[in-house]
């Protein structure tokens, strides 16, 4: 049984860039051979998928934003990372780290992931 816990800093200003971190319990950590993706909700709004890490440390992003995000790992933490490149308000969201056994992209349905983090909300204000 995997585990998934994201936290990140809260409060943001803009033009800052943030690290959001997915820990990794109850696996090998995140080079077990999984998927970790990440993915978002802004308030009102449709979950939004940014990206994902291969457990060979491969990355895919979502077109629209793969100019400000990276997403990359941190075996010794056992976790994966998500940075915010100059974030703006639009960045307010609550983000989610999952993790599937094949590789999906640009999937915001749950039930096609293995595992799901409960979320960590980000602010974005001046």
């Known amino acids: 049984q995997v585990q998934l816990q994201e936290s990140g800093p809260g409060l943001v200003k803009p033009s800052q860039t943030p690290f959001l971190a997915c820990t990794v319990s109850?696996?090998?950590?995140?080079?077990?051979?999984?998927?970790w993706a990440w993915i978002r909700q802004p308030p009102g709004k449709g979950l939004e998928w940014m990206g994902v890490?291969?457990?060979?440390?491969?990355?895919y992003y979502s077109p629209s934003l793969k100019s400000r995000t990276s997403i990359a790992r941190d075996t010794s933490k056992n976790q994966f990372t998500l940075q915010l490149l100059s974030v703006t308000p639009e960045g307010t969201a609550v983000y989610y780290c999952a993790a599937s056994k094949t590789l999906i992209l640009e999937a915001t349905d749950k039930t096609r992931y293995d595992y799901w983090g409960q979320g960590t909300k980000v602010t974005v204000t001046s």
């Open positions: 109850g696996a090998s950590g995140p080079t077990a051979l999984y998927y």
């Open positions: 890490i291969s457990y060979t440390g491969s990355t």
